[in-house]
């Protein structure tokens, strides 16, 4: 589905992705960790088409095509789904509004009609029971005077509607306490499927309980220095990933 | 005298003989005042840049047409009745003259008295004279004085004491010839307890022209009166809209102003505040190509525990200039004065300007006053992380720009109103309808 080969990456001609290797199978989820600087949120935000990252070499193939080719909403047309570490409040644009929006440029996309108007409201209410928000947040401008676990589940409510191929989580735990973690891990697992693959990047071990990763990676100067099971992850939390940092010069 | 601006000689040439046809001829006191006007016309032409009050807007397009008075009241129903309210008893200035037959105000209750002014000056002149030029005091600049000299007609409101008008009162400003002067004067007055809501629509079938409408508005105590003007006036017009209010103990008076047209506009609304009267001035301009629309407002707290809000928001692009002038002078007698003041824009091109001018003059010593000003551009964040759900750019902008102005069409409690505005607004920034 995904197939990243030797990207290398720069913002202001200062490199931060030094030849990233990475593939990812339909249904697999695969977490990425790494220290501070490492370069994991410049990942997620290359995926998603984000201006101001200058690609210097390498490629992404996503089910065969140039991702890279793509305008970000044509990415997010073709099924990649960001969500967001820090989420944008848009006063004035209500989220039914924007979730409708984007469901409807999606639809056209695929050349099918835009949905009707009370099959939304089903299919965006059971979503919204499924996060355990309230129905009013729909009729609330996004993200606007939301908390931070509300804005991360928010995040997971657009993935739930639009039921994207490939869902990039990015940092989704930070900042959540124990209760919110469990609500949009229970999000994220109920989205899981034999098509639809995950990247989730995290600087904590904690959020890989909640969601059962099939392959971890550490990601550390640009580069992914070694890549393992869920058990990985839990040496990580042991011994930090000091001793993994000297791999990768 | 000389006029200071050479410019005005064509208008004062041309004055003669249209005052010959100005109504209240055989009344003294008019042409007194009139007189005054002149004079003040003839000395300072129209107002230039270097007047404090007018330093972001020039008038000089007034100058390079000499606009006329016309008596046409040619106008095409059918375009015309696409800007008419439905639920609303309704009058119609044709090119500045009360038009009877194109008003709607035969289910006009009695509490309520409408009439042209030219009406009211050949049958109760008295009427007028009690209430010309005495909103206007503290605002007086050469654009006044022209008005004064110039007015060929208007509507007189009364709303007798304690009278609630149900409906809503449309005054249709309307121009349907080439460079017509359309001069009205207009005087609202609403005794102790009552309550009016008017709604003023400035449209233009021909696309140069000027007009130049001055309301006087009286509010008695405790009345209530919300204006919601609506300047969608042709492309290359001249626009110049002032209303003055005189608010009694008590009052409440809210106005909510959207500039959308016009090549030049100025709009002025200035209100005296008595002891525990409200006063909330609401606004959005969008301002696109070359146009520039200047609000100046002012509110004078008088007298003390009135309370004043204002919020302006605009939305400029290409070349198109914003003026935002907030002033609030609050006399060392006006204690507990509670005041706010904010002004918001947002520019969508380089080559767009806003000049915003927040002025707070605090002459008494317990007031609680606060302002504040932003000028910004749309946030790239929040276009990209619409993009990253499927919407496009050029949608993603719209959608932005759509929201950011129509916080103040929200605030809109008329519904047909509300959805005229709209779609005015989906016009400008076609979002995505849902």
Known sequence: MLSIKNLHVSINDKPILKGLTLDINPGEVHAIMGPNGAGKS???????????????????????KDLLEMAPEIRAREGVFLAFQYPVEIPGVSNIYLLKAALNAMRKHQGLPEVDAMDFLTIVKSKVKLLQMDEKFLYRAVNEGFSGGEKKRNEILQAAVLEPNLCILDETDSGLDIDALRIVSDGVNSLRSAERSFLMITHYQRLLDYIK??????????????????ELALELEEKGYSWLEGQAA | MMAADQSAY?????YPEIAANLPGSESAWLQQFRTEGLSVFEAHGFPNLRDEEW???????LNKTLFTPTASQEVAAEWLNAFRLENAYSVVLINGHFSAGLSQLSELPAEVAVHSVAEILRDNPQRLQNHLGQAVGNAEHSLLAFNSAWFADGVMIDVAANYQLSKPLQILHVVTSAEALAATRNIWVLQAGAEAEIIETYIGSESSYFSAAVNECFLAANAGLTVYKLQADADKSCHFGGTYVKQARDSRFAHHNFAFGALLARSDIHSDLDVASECQLNG??????????????????LKPHAISREFYKGVLDNRARGVFQGRVVVVEDAQHTDSEMNNRNLLLSTDAEVDTKPQLEIYADDVKCSHGVTVGQLEEKSVFYLQSRGVDAEAARNILTFAFANEMVDKVDNAELKAMLL?????????ISL
């Open chain 2, 55 to 61: 330093r972001y807007t020039n008038l000089s397009l």
């Open chain 2, 10 to 14: 064509a208008y004062l040439a041309a």
């Open chain 1, 42 to 64: 410049t990942l997620s935000h290359v995926l998603s088409g984000k201006p101001g990252y200058e690609v210097t070499a390498g490629s992404v193939s996503y089910n065969g």
């Open chain 2, 423 to 431: 779609e005015q607004l989906l016009a400008r920034f076609p979002a």
């Open chain 2, 284 to 301: 959005l301009y969008l301002g696109s190509n070359r146009q520039h629309i200047d609000n100046h407002t002012r509110i004078n707290h």
């Open chain 1, 213 to 230: 990763p099939d392959v971890v990676h550490v990601l550390a100067d640009g580069k992914i220095v070694k890549s393992g099971g869920p």
